[in-house]
Nanobody, 114 residues
Framework: VQLQASGGGLVQAGGSLRLSCAVT????????MRWYRQAPGKEREWVAS???????NYADSVKGRFSISRDRAKKTVYLQMNSLEPEDTAAYYC?????????WGQGTLVTVSS
């Protein structure tokens, strides 16, 4: 199983990006799909989660600006990021937690210029 994150890049403040996390292989017993981020010199922090039922949850810092979704047929998890701020600059990682183990993508870099 591999998770391939993509969609990062350089954007001006106020702009938008959509991150994708494509799953290669099969994962059973999924408990949650998440996005995390890690800014330079800071610890990795949770950004958003979506349950198999489709229920999303967000960190306060991104609530109202980011939206997490998934496409089961494409085995892909998305993070739509709007109204981006320089503070959102970080490497973004997707994570899928199953009842057996957790899986991580390689990270995609988002840079927001002021």
């Amino acid at each position: 199983v591999q998770l391939q994150a993509s969609g990062g890049g350089l954007v001006q403040a106020g702009g938008s990006l959509r991150l994708s996390c494509a799953v290669t292989g099969s994962i059973t017993g999924i408990k949650a799909m998440r996005w995390y981020r890690q800014a330079p010199g800071k610890e990795r922090e949770w950004v958003a989660s979506i349950l198999p039922s489709g229920n999303p949850n967000y960190a306060d810092s991104v609530k109202g600006r980011f939206s997490i979704s998934r496409d089961r047929a494409k085995k892909t998890v998305y993070l739509q990021m709007n109204s981006l701020e320089p503070e959102d600059t970080a490497a973004y990682y997707c994570n899928i937690e199953s009842v057996y183990k957790g899986y991580w993508g390689q990270g995609t870099l988002v840079t927001v210029s002021s």
